[in-house]
DNA sequence: ATAAGTGCAAAGCATTTGCAACCAA
DNA sequence: TTGGTTGCAAATGCTTTGCACTTAT
């Protein structure tokens, strides 16, 4: 039940919230856009607005329920902040996107800031790929 | 002599280009938005529009000449290509751009991709950081 | 000469904001 | 009731483009 994650953000539970809240848990790709949102919805015939979605996309994040991406391209993309951090590698040839977790590149990063000063407050790390080609 | 580097990309050398290459070479901070060179360009009394610069920095970025960043912030900017690959670390604080080499975890991240059946065409990795606190 | 390059103003795109109507608490 | 929420339209901010003029070759 996700209006107890709404009413814990300190978010009132309406609609939209929970209609956004549900694409994003069925949706089968775990990164949408905005527009992806906003257009499935609209699909579905739910009446929200983009702005509607943007503002509670921000609000999520804010909540730490979702997590924003940057990724090349113009547009940003938000996936649920399901447990454990990991970064991604997107397919330059079909734009899909793959999640990996690497505890050692983790490891080096912190001590690289920490070599320089500095603590790791957050990161973005984005491997741009193409499918390896077979041996002929 | 930068005009070389110009004809050598199959660019005409013009004033607008000279003037911005000159001052992504001699500019202290190595990281400049389109809008930082229209500035200061505009400052020293050249004659340059700013759609020029957009346009000037992208042919560059397509020849290899700089090197386009998409940092948090709404704005992109831009860097010399000078030698060896690098990543970097924003100082969240101050916004300032600290450029960083790591081998092994560019090797971690050719190990991944290839464990996933990819090759890693390009990537990007920032850091955001804060100075580590001075222990009491 | 002539194709490429330029400045300006207008257009474009993703995202944000003002505001009156609306609804969860 | 009433302050948070919404949808719409307008505004924003960065970047790109159309076009007539200019310039490098």
Chains 1, 2 share one sequence.
Do not use: W
């Amino acid at each position: 039940m996700e209006s107890a994650d709404l009413r814990n953000a300190g978010l009132k539970v309406t609609l939209p919230r929970l209609k956004i809240l549900e694409m994003l848990e069925t949706s089968q790709e775990r990164h949408l856009s905005a527009e992806d949102i906003y257009r499935r919805l609209i699909d579905l015939n739910e009446d929200v607005g983009l702005a509607t979605v943007y503002r509670v996309l921000t609000q999520f994040e804010a909540a730490g329920l979702v997590q924003r991406h940057n990724f090349e391209g113009g547009h940003a993309v938000f996936e649920l902040d399901r447990g454990p951090h990991h970064d991604h590698m997107v397919r330059l040839d079909t734009g899909e996107v793959i999640e990996f977790v690497s505890e050692e590149i983790e490891a080096l990063q912190n001590k690289i800031a920490e070599k320089h000063g500095f603590l790791v407050e957050e990161h973005s790390l984005v491997l741009y790929v193409r499918p390896k080609p077979t041996k002929a």
